[in-house]
Protein backbone atom coordinates (compact mmCIF):
# COMPACT_ATOMS: atom_id res chain seq x y z
CA UNK A 1 0.00 0.00 0.00
CA UNK A 2 2.78 2.32 0.85
CA UNK A 3 4.37 1.56 -2.62
CA UNK A 4 1.05 2.49 -4.49
CA UNK A 5 0.99 5.60 -2.29
CA UNK A 6 4.35 6.60 -3.56
CA UNK A 7 3.45 5.81 -7.28
CA UNK A 8 0.45 7.82 -6.85
CA UNK A 9 2.00 11.08 -5.68
CA UNK A 10 4.72 10.78 -8.35
CA UNK A 11 2.43 10.27 -11.04
CA UNK A 12 0.14 13.26 -9.69
CA UNK A 13 3.49 15.61 -9.50
CA UNK A 14 4.20 14.41 -12.80
CA UNK A 15 0.68 16.02 -14.37
CA UNK A 16 0.91 18.77 -12.26
CA UNK A 17 4.42 19.39 -14.14
CA UNK A 18 3.34 18.99 -17.11
CA UNK A 19 -0.12 20.95 -16.71
CA UNK A 20 2.26 24.18 -15.67
CA UNK A 21 4.65 23.06 -18.75
CA UNK A 22 1.39 23.91 -20.99
CA UNK A 23 0.86 27.12 -19.60
CA UNK A 24 4.19 28.25 -19.81
CA UNK A 25 3.95 26.89 -23.40
CA UNK A 26 0.83 29.48 -24.09
CA UNK A 27 2.40 32.78 -22.45
CA UNK A 28 5.30 32.21 -24.58
CA UNK A 29 2.67 32.30 -27.93
CA UNK A 30 1.37 34.89 -25.99
CA UNK A 31 3.96 36.92 -25.49
CA UNK A 32 5.86 36.13 -29.09
CA UNK A 33 2.56 37.58 -30.64
CA UNK A 34 2.42 40.35 -28.05
CA UNK A 35 6.24 41.45 -28.65
CA UNK A 36 5.75 42.22 -32.44
CA UNK A 37 3.26 45.06 -31.60
CA UNK A 38 3.06 47.96 -29.39
CA UNK A 39 3.11 47.91 -25.43
CA UNK A 40 -0.36 47.39 -23.77
CA UNK A 41 -1.21 50.21 -22.35
CA UNK A 42 -1.80 50.47 -18.22
CA UNK A 43 -5.41 49.63 -17.27
CA UNK A 44 -7.04 51.17 -14.23
CA UNK A 45 -9.15 48.97 -12.65
CA UNK A 46 -13.03 48.63 -13.41
CA UNK A 47 -15.97 48.39 -11.09
CA UNK A 48 -17.58 45.31 -10.24
CA UNK A 49 -20.77 44.72 -12.30
CA UNK A 50 -23.76 44.88 -9.85
CA UNK A 51 -24.62 41.49 -10.21
CA UNK A 52 -21.60 40.91 -7.92
CA UNK A 53 -22.55 40.07 -3.98
CA UNK A 54 -20.94 42.88 -1.28
CA UNK A 55 -17.46 41.66 -0.85
CA UNK A 56 -17.99 41.56 3.26
CA UNK A 57 -21.32 39.58 3.24
CA UNK A 58 -22.55 35.95 2.68
CA UNK A 59 -25.71 36.78 -0.23
CA UNK A 60 -28.12 34.79 -1.10
CA UNK A 61 -28.43 33.86 -5.07
CA UNK A 62 -31.53 32.39 -7.02
CA UNK A 63 -30.49 28.80 -7.76
CA UNK A 64 -29.99 28.30 -11.54
CA UNK A 65 -30.11 24.56 -13.32
CA UNK A 66 -31.17 21.50 -12.08
CA UNK A 67 -29.76 19.50 -9.24
CA UNK A 68 -26.53 17.04 -10.78
CA UNK A 69 -27.29 13.55 -11.34
CA UNK A 70 -25.51 10.93 -9.08
CA UNK A 71 -25.93 7.75 -10.10
CA UNK A 72 -27.01 5.07 -7.70
CA UNK A 73 -24.46 2.34 -8.91
CA UNK A 74 -21.52 1.78 -6.56
CA UNK A 75 -17.98 0.82 -7.82
CA UNK A 76 -14.80 -0.22 -5.86
CA UNK A 77 -12.25 2.14 -5.91
CA UNK A 78 -9.27 2.67 -7.83
CA UNK A 79 -6.40 1.36 -7.07
CA UNK A 80 -4.49 4.76 -6.46
CA UNK A 81 -7.30 6.39 -4.25
CA UNK A 82 -6.69 6.90 -0.75
CA UNK A 83 -9.53 4.89 1.69
CA UNK A 84 -13.03 6.56 1.78
CA UNK A 85 -13.35 8.45 5.49
CA UNK A 86 -15.61 7.26 7.57
CA UNK A 87 -19.28 8.51 6.74
CA UNK A 88 -19.63 12.27 7.85
CA UNK A 89 -22.69 14.45 7.79
CA UNK A 90 -23.14 17.44 5.21
CA UNK A 91 -23.61 19.68 8.11
CA UNK A 92 -20.69 21.52 9.36
CA UNK A 93 -20.37 22.93 13.01
CA UNK A 94 -17.34 25.26 11.86
CA UNK A 95 -18.47 29.38 11.39
CA UNK A 96 -18.10 30.57 8.43
CA UNK A 97 -15.49 33.54 9.04
CA UNK A 98 -15.19 36.79 7.48
CA UNK A 99 -14.57 37.16 3.65
CA UNK A 100 -11.15 39.27 3.58
CA UNK A 101 -11.55 42.81 2.04
CA UNK A 102 -9.57 45.37 0.76
CA UNK A 103 -9.34 48.83 -0.37
CA UNK A 104 -12.06 49.78 -2.61
CA UNK A 105 -10.89 49.39 -6.74
CA UNK A 106 -8.54 46.67 -5.68
CA UNK A 107 -8.96 42.63 -7.39
CA UNK A 108 -12.34 40.97 -6.32
CA UNK A 109 -13.28 37.50 -6.55
CA UNK A 110 -16.53 35.83 -6.15
CA UNK A 111 -17.84 32.77 -5.41
CA UNK A 112 -21.49 31.42 -6.18
CA UNK A 113 -23.00 28.30 -5.17
CA UNK A 114 -25.88 27.47 -7.85
CA UNK A 115 -25.67 24.06 -6.48
CA UNK A 116 -28.75 22.36 -4.31
CA UNK A 117 -26.23 21.25 -1.84
CA UNK A 118 -23.88 22.69 0.45
CA UNK A 119 -20.16 23.30 -0.48
CA UNK A 120 -17.17 23.85 1.11
CA UNK A 121 -14.89 26.27 -1.20
CA UNK A 122 -11.03 26.05 -0.72
CA UNK A 123 -7.69 27.00 -2.12
CA UNK A 124 -4.50 25.96 -1.81
CA UNK A 125 -2.76 29.38 0.17
CA UNK A 126 -0.45 31.13 -2.34
CA UNK A 127 1.86 32.07 0.46
CA UNK A 128 3.71 34.84 -1.27
CA UNK A 129 0.55 36.75 -1.94
CA UNK A 130 -2.16 35.98 1.38
CA UNK A 131 -5.76 36.21 1.75
CA UNK A 132 -7.53 36.23 5.24
CA UNK A 133 -9.13 32.32 4.34
CA UNK A 134 -8.47 29.31 2.90
CA UNK A 135 -11.56 27.95 3.40
CA UNK A 136 -15.52 28.91 3.57
CA UNK A 137 -18.42 27.24 3.49
CA UNK A 138 -21.56 28.26 1.16
CA UNK A 139 -25.53 26.79 1.45
CA UNK A 140 -27.45 26.29 -1.61
CA UNK A 141 -27.86 29.88 -3.34
CA UNK A 142 -25.13 31.68 -1.40
CA UNK A 143 -22.11 33.51 -2.72
CA UNK A 144 -19.13 35.75 -1.26
CA UNK A 145 -17.16 37.89 -2.45
CA UNK A 146 -13.29 38.87 -0.85
CA UNK A 147 -10.30 40.85 -2.56
CA UNK A 148 -7.45 39.15 -4.10
CA UNK A 149 -3.73 40.63 -4.41
CA UNK A 150 -2.12 40.78 -8.06
CA UNK A 151 0.44 38.04 -9.13
CA UNK A 152 -2.05 35.73 -7.44
CA UNK A 153 -1.31 31.92 -8.45
CA UNK A 154 -3.67 29.65 -6.70
CA UNK A 155 -6.27 26.76 -7.16
CA UNK A 156 -9.76 26.73 -6.02
CA UNK A 157 -12.21 24.02 -5.84
CA UNK A 158 -15.16 22.76 -3.56
CA UNK A 159 -15.63 20.36 -1.19
CA UNK A 160 -18.85 18.14 -0.78
CA UNK A 161 -20.11 16.33 2.00
CA UNK A 162 -17.87 17.70 4.89
CA UNK A 163 -17.92 18.03 8.82
CA UNK A 164 -16.01 19.40 10.96
CA UNK A 165 -15.56 19.67 14.98
CA UNK A 166 -14.69 22.98 16.74
CA UNK A 167 -11.24 23.06 16.16
CA UNK A 168 -11.61 22.65 12.24
CA UNK A 169 -10.50 19.40 12.24
CA UNK A 170 -13.08 17.21 9.23
CA UNK A 171 -13.41 14.85 6.54
CA UNK A 172 -15.21 15.51 3.39
CA UNK A 173 -16.75 13.12 0.85
CA UNK A 174 -14.53 14.29 -2.24
CA UNK A 175 -12.01 17.34 -1.97
CA UNK A 176 -10.85 17.24 1.63
CA UNK A 177 -7.75 18.49 2.97
CA UNK A 178 -8.23 17.53 6.21
CA UNK A 179 -9.31 20.74 7.66
CA UNK A 180 -11.77 23.81 6.95
CA UNK A 181 -8.89 26.18 6.64
CA UNK A 182 -7.05 24.24 4.02
CA UNK A 183 -4.07 26.57 4.29
CA UNK A 184 -0.97 25.88 1.79
CA UNK A 185 -2.77 21.62 1.63
CA UNK A 186 -4.06 20.37 -1.75
CA UNK A 187 -7.50 18.68 -1.56
CA UNK A 188 -7.84 15.18 -2.22
CA UNK A 189 -8.50 14.32 -5.81
CA UNK A 190 -10.14 13.92 -8.08
CA UNK A 191 -11.94 17.56 -7.87
CA UNK A 192 -12.54 19.93 -10.18
CA UNK A 193 -10.29 22.64 -10.25
CA UNK A 194 -10.54 26.79 -11.01
CA UNK A 195 -6.84 27.64 -11.47
CA UNK A 196 -5.21 31.29 -11.59
CA UNK A 197 -2.20 32.93 -12.32
CA UNK A 198 -3.00 37.00 -12.17
CA UNK A 199 -0.48 39.46 -14.07
CA UNK A 200 1.33 36.55 -15.29
CA UNK A 201 3.02 38.78 -18.40
CA UNK A 202 2.72 42.76 -18.56
CA UNK A 203 -0.60 42.64 -16.69
CA UNK A 204 -2.12 39.61 -18.79
CA UNK A 205 -3.88 36.87 -16.26
CA UNK A 206 -4.20 33.34 -17.11
CA UNK A 207 -7.39 31.22 -15.34
CA UNK A 208 -9.08 27.87 -16.35
CA UNK A 209 -11.52 25.25 -15.26
CA UNK A 210 -9.61 21.82 -14.90
CA UNK A 211 -10.92 18.18 -14.67
CA UNK A 212 -7.27 17.11 -15.24
CA UNK A 213 -7.01 15.61 -11.54
CA UNK A 214 -11.02 14.67 -12.17
CA UNK A 215 -14.19 15.70 -11.40
CA UNK A 216 -16.54 16.19 -8.35
CA UNK A 217 -18.76 19.25 -9.48
CA UNK A 218 -19.60 21.21 -12.43
CA UNK A 219 -17.78 24.54 -12.49
CA UNK A 220 -17.37 27.73 -14.66
CA UNK A 221 -15.09 30.71 -14.71
CA UNK A 222 -16.18 34.25 -15.54
CA UNK A 223 -13.75 37.69 -16.05
CA UNK A 224 -14.59 41.43 -15.63
CA UNK A 225 -13.06 44.23 -15.97
CA UNK A 226 -9.90 44.86 -17.34
CA UNK A 227 -10.19 44.75 -21.60
CA UNK A 228 -10.27 41.36 -22.21
CA UNK A 229 -14.18 40.42 -23.06
CA UNK A 230 -15.35 37.40 -21.46
CA UNK A 231 -16.12 34.45 -23.73
CA UNK A 232 -17.88 32.44 -21.17
CA UNK A 233 -21.19 33.84 -20.74
CA UNK A 234 -23.25 34.04 -16.79
CA UNK A 235 -24.22 30.49 -17.57
CA UNK A 236 -21.44 29.00 -18.56
CA UNK A 237 -22.01 28.96 -21.87
CA UNK A 238 -19.18 29.44 -25.61
CA UNK A 239 -20.75 28.48 -28.86
CA UNK A 240 -18.97 25.21 -27.83
CA UNK A 241 -21.31 24.28 -25.90
CA UNK A 242 -22.26 24.56 -21.82
CA UNK A 243 -21.67 23.32 -18.50
CA UNK A 244 -23.28 19.55 -17.65
CA UNK A 245 -22.69 17.17 -14.87
CA UNK A 246 -19.69 14.84 -15.77
CA UNK A 247 -21.21 12.42 -12.77
CA UNK A 248 -23.89 11.66 -15.15
CA UNK A 249 -21.81 10.23 -17.98
CA UNK A 250 -18.75 8.95 -15.60
CA UNK A 251 -17.87 5.13 -16.93
CA UNK A 252 -17.95 3.33 -14.26
CA UNK A 253 -14.51 2.11 -13.99
CA UNK A 254 -14.05 6.11 -13.06
CA UNK A 255 -16.47 6.57 -10.54
CA UNK A 256 -15.45 7.38 -6.90
CA UNK A 257 -18.53 6.26 -4.57
CA UNK A 258 -18.68 6.74 -1.27
CA UNK A 259 -21.44 6.61 1.04
CA UNK A 260 -23.48 4.58 -1.63
CA UNK A 261 -23.50 7.37 -4.01
CA UNK A 262 -20.65 8.52 -7.21
CA UNK A 263 -19.51 11.62 -5.65
CA UNK A 264 -16.40 12.36 -8.09
CA UNK A 265 -15.44 11.16 -11.90
CA UNK A 266 -11.46 10.24 -11.78
CA UNK A 267 -9.53 10.94 -14.44
CA UNK A 268 -7.23 7.72 -16.42
CA UNK A 269 -4.45 8.78 -14.95
CA UNK A 270 -5.16 8.38 -11.40
CA UNK A 271 -6.76 5.15 -12.54
CA UNK A 272 -4.49 3.58 -14.11
CA UNK A 273 -1.38 5.45 -13.08
CA UNK A 274 0.65 4.77 -16.34
CA UNK A 275 2.98 7.14 -17.85
CA UNK A 276 0.95 7.10 -20.86
CA UNK A 277 -2.47 7.92 -19.35
CA UNK A 278 -0.91 10.82 -17.41
CA UNK A 279 1.36 11.76 -20.19
CA UNK A 280 4.58 11.50 -18.65
CA UNK A 281 7.76 9.55 -19.46
CA UNK A 282 8.00 8.43 -23.11
CA UNK A 283 4.45 9.94 -23.28
CA UNK A 284 5.36 13.11 -22.50
CA UNK A 285 5.79 15.03 -26.23
CA UNK A 286 2.34 15.98 -27.43
CA UNK A 287 2.13 13.27 -29.87
CA UNK A 288 2.83 10.64 -27.51
CA UNK A 289 -0.37 12.07 -25.22
CA UNK A 290 -3.03 10.78 -26.76
CA UNK A 291 -6.50 9.87 -24.93
CA UNK A 292 -8.16 8.02 -27.22
CA UNK A 293 -5.39 5.34 -26.72
CA UNK A 294 -5.67 5.04 -23.37
CA UNK A 295 -7.55 2.09 -21.91
CA UNK A 296 -10.56 4.69 -20.81
CA UNK A 297 -10.90 7.69 -22.55
CA UNK A 298 -11.60 10.12 -19.67
CA UNK A 299 -10.46 13.60 -21.66
CA UNK A 300 -13.74 12.77 -24.22
CA UNK A 301 -15.57 11.78 -21.07
CA UNK A 302 -14.81 15.58 -19.80
CA UNK A 303 -14.76 17.82 -22.83
CA UNK A 304 -18.74 16.40 -23.79
CA UNK A 305 -19.45 17.52 -20.13
CA UNK A 306 -17.41 20.90 -20.25
CA UNK A 307 -16.17 21.99 -23.69
CA UNK A 308 -14.40 24.79 -22.08
CA UNK A 309 -12.52 22.93 -19.35
CA UNK A 310 -9.45 21.30 -19.28
CA UNK A 311 -9.86 17.72 -20.07
CA UNK A 312 -6.91 16.91 -19.91
CA UNK A 313 -2.81 18.47 -19.46
CA UNK A 314 -2.51 19.63 -22.94
CA UNK A 315 -5.91 20.25 -23.86
CA UNK A 316 -4.66 24.38 -23.75
CA UNK A 317 -6.09 25.39 -27.30
CA UNK A 318 -9.67 25.83 -25.97
CA UNK A 319 -9.26 25.81 -21.91
CA UNK A 320 -6.65 28.85 -21.50
CA UNK A 321 -8.21 31.84 -21.25
CA UNK A 322 -6.81 35.42 -20.35
CA UNK A 323 -7.99 38.79 -18.91
CA UNK A 324 -5.77 41.99 -19.27
CA UNK A 325 -5.85 44.49 -16.92
CA UNK A 326 -6.97 44.14 -13.07
CA UNK A 327 -9.56 41.82 -13.70
CA UNK A 328 -12.00 40.48 -11.30
CA UNK A 329 -13.35 36.74 -11.11
CA UNK A 330 -16.75 34.72 -10.17
CA UNK A 331 -16.19 31.13 -9.93
CA UNK A 332 -19.78 29.13 -10.13
CA UNK A 333 -20.19 26.39 -9.08
CA UNK A 334 -23.55 24.81 -11.51
CA UNK A 335 -25.05 23.14 -14.70
CA UNK A 336 -25.82 26.02 -17.03
CA UNK A 337 -29.91 26.29 -16.82
Not at 121 to 149: E, N
Amino acid sequence: MHHRRNRRRSGLAATAAVLLTCLALVTGVVLARMQSGPAPKQHTVAAVPAATPDTTATTAMPLAGASPKRSPSPSASPRVTKSAPAKTSATSTTKQPAAATGPVGKRTITLVNRLHETIWPAIAADPKHPVAATGWVLRPGQSLSFAIPDHWDVRLWARTGCSFDAAGNGTCLSGGCGKFQCGSTWGEFPSTLAEFNLNAWNGMDFYDASQVEGYNLPMWVNSYGGTSKDKIDANGCTAAGCVKDTIATCPKKLQRTRDGRVVACLSACLVFNTDQTCCTGAYAARPQCVPSSWPIDSATVFKAADPNAYSYVNDDATSVFTCSGECGYRVTWGVSP
